[in-house]
């Protein structure tokens, strides 16, 4: 059924039916920027295959971009996005290897120079050899610059092979820069059947062209052998157009810093910034609805507290035409509120009565009172120290007092004070748990160091307080010890522990040096080692020895100056008849 194309052609010619040719021809300069070009209708009737062939009327064989746009009210087999599977070529046009070349916008992010505003577009573009022939000299056009204007920065990954099987002789252009050199691939040849995707990534500023009607560049394949033409371009060249002035928007995520309130609840919850996909945007015009989802894990959130801390999270958007945008933030709870005293000072003052032998436990269980009963703080746990001492006073007329600080912090580092006083009443005097010792110096030398020490150690006496702190003192203040002589010398020392409200107690020692122990004397001849004085020795007459001071040695603990004299000697004895000396 041969369908007549009526419409300008710009030569005269009738209506082009049934299997003929038409020669279309037009001026390659500029037809785009004027609105211009051939258009042909059917006039209603339906349209089964139309079959374009092209090239240039160059010399040599060019590969400037060619598009036909095919406005049908049912699935043409060019049409991949409204077709299921690849097209069938019609049997009339099987003469010529027909390629499919499609082309996707698979991804938009943030540009990665960092130039804010600026995007980061990613194509893929696919060419398909549907013949049973391969196809030679194969081209691949995509005039950036020309598309996208003052829009288009320049490419930020150049093209690669992306998606197998690769066929032999696909080559791509290491030149191309979608400006002055257009053309994606090298000198290559497409094998029968075989496919191949290209992938690149552009950089443009979307308000450098607010006409930009679309982010799809129309991308044309083809090719010649030795300047025939044969190859027929199925291309699919749908674009998804967007609305002039309304250019795609791609915000990220933005970092949230919310500050705590006391109860633990936030002005901005989490939830509620997850609703908003943390303030990221991602619209591209004629894609709607988009799809967002997030990593959020509660368990991620690490800080200083239970509720207060940070998480970060990551967003993803996917919209009705397979485009992609990722984006991470932060969201960060403050905790810069100071933990809350649940009473005021008077409140927790404590009265205390010294003489009472508990008293010091009694400060104990007040101090730990007050720290963990007395405090609150979402951030937990919570630290509570204090600056108690013991109690000093002052102390008047028994009576006294001690302001205590509490500081209380929390996980976070927040603190704040709390002030409470012991009061107390103190006439007891110290008890002393151990008297002072008195003391016996045998021999004079290192007495004035022992006496020094004994003083330094009061007595080595130990005493104790209940409340207050006590001091210790002497009387008389300054005592000393008189070695003129050593063999006599004494010191009477009183010890006192008197306490900061003037209650003291005492006990007295003496320290005493003198020589009580006689010397020592040691027989030297063999004959009287081992007897004590006043044994007896018995021994034949003739064996009686003599005696004088060589045989003799003393010695004394505290004096090396000794005097040794001999009372009585043994003398000879008549050893006719037995007697004792």
Avoid at 129 to 153: I, R, Y
Avoid at 331 to 339: F, G, L, S
Avoid at 400 to 415: H, I, Y
């Amino acid at each position: 059924n041969p369908v007549p194309l009526k419409g300008a052609f710009n030569l005269p010619a009738g209506a082009l039916t049934g299997n003929n040719t038409h020669q279309l021809t037009f001026s390659a300069d500029g037809f785009e920027d004027y609105g211009l070009g051939w258009s042909a209708h059917t006039d209603g009737a339906p349209l089964t295959m139309l079959c374009v062939d092209y090239s240039s009327s160059e010399p040599s064989p060019g590969r400037e971009p060619f598009s036909i746009e095919l406005c049908a009210e049912r699935c043409l087999f060019d049409d991949p996005v409204a077709c299921t599977g690849l097209p069938t070529p019609p049997p009339s046009c099987s003469i010529l290897p027909e390629v499919l070349v499609t082309k996707n916008f698979v991804g938009v992010d943030l540009a990665a120079s960092g130039i804010p505003g600026h995007l980061d577009v990613t194509y893929q573009v696919t060419m398909t050899n549907l013949s049973s022939t391969a196809l030679l000299d194969a081209f691949l056009d995509d005039d950036l610059v020309g598309f996208f204007g003052g829009a288009f920065m320049g490419l930020s990954s150049p093209p690669q092979i992306v998606a197998p099987p690769v066929p032999t002789g696909a080559a791509l252009n290491p030149n191309f820069n979608g400006f002055t050199d257009i053309n994606i691939l090298g000198p290559s040849f497409i094998k029968a059947g075989a496919s191949f995707t290209v992938q690149f990534t552009v950089e443009i500023d979307p308000m450098g062209n607010p006409e930009l009607s679309s982010f799809l560049n129309q991308a044309v394949g083809g090719g010649t052998d030795g300047n025939q033409l044969n190859v027929s371009d199925l291309s699919n060249l749908a674009s998804n157009p967007l609305v002039p002035g309304s250019p795609v928007v791609v915000l990220p995520a933005q970092d949230l810093t919310v500050i705590m309130n006391p109860n633990g609840s936030v002005p901005i919850p989490v939830e509620d910034w997850l609703d908003d996909n943390g303030g990221a945007v991602f619209s591209v015009p004629g894609c709607e609805p988009v799809l967002w989802t997030n990593d959020y894990d509660p368990a991620d959130f690490s800080g200083c507290g239970p509720i207060a801390g940070s998480v970060t999270v990551t967003f993803t958007a996917v919209n009705a035409c397979g485009m992609s945008f990722s984006t991470t933030a932060t969201y960060t709870i403050v905790d810069d509120m100071p933990p809350m005293w649940l009473t005021i000072a008077h409140d927790n003052d404590l009265h205390l009565d010294c003489s009472d032998p508990d008293a010091p436990q009694i400060i104990q269980d007040w101090l730990e009172f007050i720290s963990t009963t007395c405090i609150s703080d979402v951030s937990i746990p919570l630290t509570v120290t204090n600056d108690f001492d013991g109690l000093e006073g002052p102390c008047v007329n028994g009576e006294g007092n001690e302001v205590v600080t509490f500081t209380a912090t929390d996980a976070c580092g927040n603190s704040a004070d709390l002030q409470a006083t012991i009061f107390f009443t103190d006439t007891t005097a110290p008890v002393f748990l151990v008297e002072p010792m008195n003391v016996h110096f045998d021999c004079v030398d290192g007495a004035q160091d022992a006496f020094d020490e004994w003083l330094a150690n009061n007595g080595f006496a130990e005493a104790t307080d209940f409340c207050l702190d006590f001091a210790w003192s002497t009387d008389p203040p300054n005592p000393t010890l008189d070695l003129s002589d050593p063999c006599n010398a004494s010191t009477t020392v009183t010890f006192l522990a008197t306490d900061e409200c003037g209650n003291v107690d005492s006990r007295t020692a003496t320290f005493s040096v003198g020589d009580t122990l006689p010397p020592t004397l040691t027989p030297l001849d063999s004959l009287f080692i081992g007897l004590n004085s006043g044994d007896t020795l018995i021994v034949d007459c003739d064996a009686i020895p003599t005696f004088d001071l060589s045989d003799v040695s003393a010695s004394d603990n505290c004096d090396d100056s000794l005097e040794t004299t001999i009372i009585s000697a043994l003398v000879p004895l008549d050893c006719e008849t037995d007697g004792f000396l």
